[in-house]
């Protein structure tokens, strides 16, 4: 049986490409780099799943090159299994896809794993959970929305601190310790303690980083979550 005790997620900081500057993505890439961040949070939209349009795998492609953080690819978008490969190819290192979208999760995991990505599972903020519990075992990392998923900038949904807290204690109960949390949607400093402290370790933050100072809402956002780390953390 795994120790539960011994098995803790490092908090990685994962600033959300869409609230970025547009004209100057490679620099405030590096930026985002240079300040600590781990993962590098990119937002793909297709205007179908949800109501707006980001852009696609070019972009992943074209940033790779620039920098050695973890590329997370949040894929908003209908039909993901057609469009895997080529983020795949692009220089994903994780892949995530919401479980509204598909119709055969495992397969998609699958499919996501066999190209060498780790994959993840997106729930919107209404989403039962149980959702995530029938696959749990066979992703890498499950994120929940904490705003309905389409623009940055908006509210944090409250209920997203139980529902972590939840998910985290069913994961710990059911042999998936390895399960990270991921949280995306609304999340800042002055928000971040309590998200880890209810078991989420990847902090997605879009306006939260790129509204003002960059490199010291990083900080900012780091120190909130060391300061308040739950035993997961
Ligand atoms: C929303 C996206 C988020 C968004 C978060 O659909 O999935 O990643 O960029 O932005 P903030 O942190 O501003 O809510
Ligand atoms: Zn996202």
Wanted: proline share 5%.
């Amino acid at each position: 049986m795994t120790d539960t005790t011994t098995m803790k997620h490092p908090v990685l900081i994962a600033p959300s490409l869409l609230s970025a500057d547009f004209a100057n993505l490679r620099d405030d890439v590096l930026r985002c780099q240079n300040a600590g961040a781990e993962v590098l949070h990119l937002d793909v939209m297709d205007g179908h799943f949800v109501p707006n349009i980001t852009f696609g795998p070019m972009v992943v492609a074209a940033l790779r090159p620039h920098s050695t953080m973890i590329f997370d690819c949040h894929l908003m978008i209908e039909n993901p299994d057609a469009y895997i490969p080529a983020f795949a190819n692009a220089g994903a290192d994780w892949i995530s896809v919401h479980v509204e979208e598909c119709k055969h999760l495992h397969r998609t995991l699958g499919l996501i794993r066999s190209h060498g990505c780790k994959a993840g599972i997106v729930l919107n903020p209404s989403t039962p959970l149980e959702y995530a519990f029938a696959a749990a075992a066979d992703c890498d990392f499950i994120l929940l929305m904490s705003v309905n998923p389409g623009f940055g900038g908006q509210s944090f949904i409250p209920s997203l601190l139980q529902r972590a807290r939840l998910l985290r204690d069913w994961l710990d109960a059911h042999g998936c310790t390895h399960v990270q949390i991921e949280v995306d949607g609304g999340v800042k400093a002055d928000n971040t303690a309590e998200v880890v402290a209810a078991g989420v370790n990847i902090i997605v933050s879009g306006s939260g980083i790129f509204s003002g100072n960059l490199e010291a809402n990083i900080a900012a956002i780091r120190s909130a979550a060391e300061q308040h780390q739950s035993t997961w953390a």
